[in-house]
């Protein structure tokens, strides 16, 4: 288009490059946004959009009279950045916009192409208001940047004043940044009727130690006077005032033993204790199933009006729950000491469904490992044989879930596989914020039945550290999970899978190693493959962390494992710790190093880690699991533009089993009878020579057909 759109009812004179409306067609007029979000800590800057079919409309409200801008960044910061400015003349009162975009840190420049449709604008004595429109897709590449319902950082600025020219202004005053879910409803608590309770769990007065980037703290909880069956049915986060920087993320874990009452009911009253190191009382281990996943960015959550999660032992919950905080304090800041915690809400009206949380993607384990100054993928699998094992009849039905990685993570997906055929993508976020991990809340339940397999995948940058990152509990490590919330529940709690330690010291060239069996997981009693856990031993372990306080805080770091392994052969790199073989430099230099490294822990064996709420594991499946062979449907163009001439995709259609194809704007549909391909590579879209050639020859067909 060769000039901006505006809306029939505003007043304006359109330019190439930009906009300018008269003032006196400044009033607005009364709309309702579905989103609200106010984007700086002072309320100075409040956005609110509308997300539709085709296009987001936008308004935001600034408190000053100068300039204003917001934009959409890929990374948060300016270059790249697809920025929306404006100001109001003080002298002529005319509102002038531009669609921009940034290439550094100077002013952004006019695109030649304007693609926002103003709705209008206006100042009064204290802010400026600006309303917009801009379709999801622009077709307007580089100059602007597509927007979807991945993690958008949004950025803002305003100025105190107005610029000379279009060209001509000063350094903004303000400026910052915020992730947001565009296309997602926005959190807000309604007014609960009167059978709704509250009870808030909170630490007790923790002193973050000024030594340490990360701890994990954990307490003992019991929500009292249960005494017939109550359903949680939502939770807000409780920070406190001035630490939202130190609180990264909660969870809320039910505790399962025998005798629950033996083991958990004597640390009610005994405050907090450091977790996952010496300090944690053994009993605490069995404090594992997640019900409640809370990070940074998240305003809370709140179930479907027929589900809940069931509270109480005898109603299929728990009576004992313990909450974990990851404290993430990386300029050591002193003095810092917190009691936050959750609210829960809850009903002694029982909802029509039991539901649940499942934890899938990758075993936290120093062998889910990121070599530095690469891009690199890991993956966890959840197989089929889990789920059938373990699922009801007519399987679960996913609404919402939290993905979940550390600070190189760039995007997560999860794959879902259903008789060797790849299902649409549900859960996926190609632009993944560390500082923003809110609930995904789905608009279609995702129905995963007994027999499907699910495979989380994490993409990280590791391109600026120059040292191996390995899966832990540090903020400095790296996790890859999936916190899913579904109904009915079931006993399942976990489904996750790691690679095995010899994929990480064979693409090294070590042949043989010492020690490979003491790389273990830190449960003190794993329960093995069958249910029956010791209790008496938990009980004589638990008495002296009950007769001796807490000591020093211990620093987390799964990967010194690592040490235990010790190379054997061959001869040059004899007595060498797997630690220090990573840890070397020159162990990064040689490509086919990290290729054969990336091949096996992508597709090669697997340890699995199938466990029941309890922490037991399930029986009669597999120890080990390697990635799945099926088909993977995939779009043979993404390309949305009015431009294109052939956009074309192939799909899946889950209830009919019919293969979709589509270009043009037509569709064709033709059964798939059967069939698997092997997912080998990423280079690779089907790996079975006659599928291939069946599809090429059918990709060809299509475009001479239509």
Known sequence: MECCRVLAAVLLLPLCNGLLINSAEKNLGAM??????????NGAFVMLWSPLEEEIHVEIQVATTGFIGIGFSPSGGMKGADIVLAWVDDVTGELHVHDRHATGMMIPLIDKQQDITVAGGYQNDTHTVLRFSRPWNTCDDPQDMKLSGDT???????????????MDMSIHDQRGTKSIYLREPRFSLPKFSEDV??????????????????????????????????????????????????????????????ESSVHYEQWLSSGGRQCLTANMPASWYYCSHTIIAWAIGSEGELFPEHVGLPLGEEHGGSDYYM????????????????????????????RQIDGGVIMVGSDVEPTMMVPPRQRWKTIGICPGECTEKSFPKDGIRIFQGL????????????????????????????????????????????????????????????????????????????????YLTYYPRMELSSCLSAP???????????????????????????????????????????????ENPAGEFEEINLSFVLKRVIAKSP???????????????????????????????????????CRRTDHSRIQGISETVRYPDFISFKPLEDDDCPSSQTESYVGYDVNKEHLLISQGGNKKEIAVTGGQGNHKS???????????????????????MY
């Open 403 to 482: 993905l979940h990685a550390h600070l190189l993570g760039r995007a997560i997906s999860i794959k879902h596989i259903r008789n060797g055929v790849e299902l649409p993508t549900v859960f996926k976020d190609m632009n993944y914020d560390f500082n923003y991990q809110q609930q995904r809340i789905l608009k279609e339940e995702m129905v995963v039945l007994p027999g499907d397999t699910l495979i989380v995948e994490c993409d990280y940058d590791s391109t600026k550290k120059a040292k191996p990152t390995f899966g832990g509990e540090d903020t400095d490590d790296e996790m890859c999970l999936g």
């Open 32 to 41: 309702t946004f579905q989103h609200q979000a106010t984007l700086d800590q």
């Open 323 to 350: 909450i974990q905080i990851h404290y993430d304090n990386p300029k050591l800041k002193t003095g810092v000491v917190d009691s936050s915690g959750l609210r829960l809400f809850y009903t002694d009206k029982p």
């Open 571 to 609: 001869k040059e790199y004899e007595n060498k710790t797997l630690y220090d073989l990573l840890h070397d430099s020159r162990t990064w230099q040689d490509p086919k190093v990290l290729a054969e490294l990336q091949e096996l822990m992508h597709y090669g064996t697997h340890q699995l880690s």
């Open 197 to 258: 309770k509250s009870i808030d769990l909170v630490v007790e007065e923790v002193l973050l130690p000024n030594s340490m980037d990360t701890i994990y703290w954990c307490q003992i909880y019991r929500i009292p006077g249960l005494v017939t069956k109550n359903h949680l049915i939502g939770y807000v986060p409780i920070i406190q005032e001035g630490n939202h920087e130190q609180v990264h993320h909660m969870l809320l874990n039910e505790c399962h033993l025998n």
């Open 500 to 546: 095995e330690i010899s994929h990480i010291y064979k693409p090294l060239g070590v042949k043989n190693v010492y020690y490979e069996d003491k790389v273990s997981k830190m449960f003190p009693m794993d329960g093995g493959g069958s249910r029956s856990i010791d209790t008496n031993s938990i009980k004589e372990m638990d008495k002296k962390y009950l």
């Open 152 to 166: 958008t950082r949004v950025i803002w600025a305003y100025s105190y004043s107005d610029p000379e020219g279009d």
């Open 682 to 704: 990423a280079a690779t879209w089907i790996n079975n020579s006659v599928l291939q050639f069946f599809f090429i020859s059918l990709s060809v067909w299509i475009a001479f």
